[in-house]
Nanobody, 121 residues
């Protein structure tokens, strides 16, 4: 069973940057696509970015060009570099793992506990 530990959140001003990290443990014998989701107060959880087993990436329109997802398999880690942050990026960010089934499914199998990102104007 994969376990995820996300970290790196904090408070920044508009235009600032943060780098989220996700440690992956229990990664044995299976391949996973990885993703970052976020949930703002009063809103549904939404996918921000994902990376598949071939390192192809996909981003939500709202973060395209500002956020970069990457993975370091040797370190069992996933990252989200967030630049030019805006107040609307304020949310709890969750790392997620999606077991590769010949494709990356829509719904994650495993979630991190979340890390708070707050962007002030």
């Amino acid at each position: 069973q994969v376990q995820l530990t996300d970290s790196g959140g904090g408070s920044v001003q508009t235009g600032g940057s943060l780098r989220l990290s996700c440690g992956v443990s229990g990664y044995i014998g299976r391949r996973y696509c990885m993703a970052w989701f976020r949930q703002a107060p009063g809103k549904e959880r939404e996918e921000v970015a994902r990376i598949d087993i071939y390192d192809a990436t996909r981003y939500a329109d709202s973060v395209q060009g500002r956020f970069t997802i990457s993975r370091a398999n040797a370190e069992n880690a996933l990252y989200l570099q967030m630049n030019d942050l805006k107040p609307e990026d304020t949310a709890v960010y969750y790392c997620a793992a999606l077991e590769y089934l010949g494709y990356c499914p829509r719904t994650p199998d495993v979630w991190g506990k979340g890390t708070q990102v707050t962007v002030s104007s």
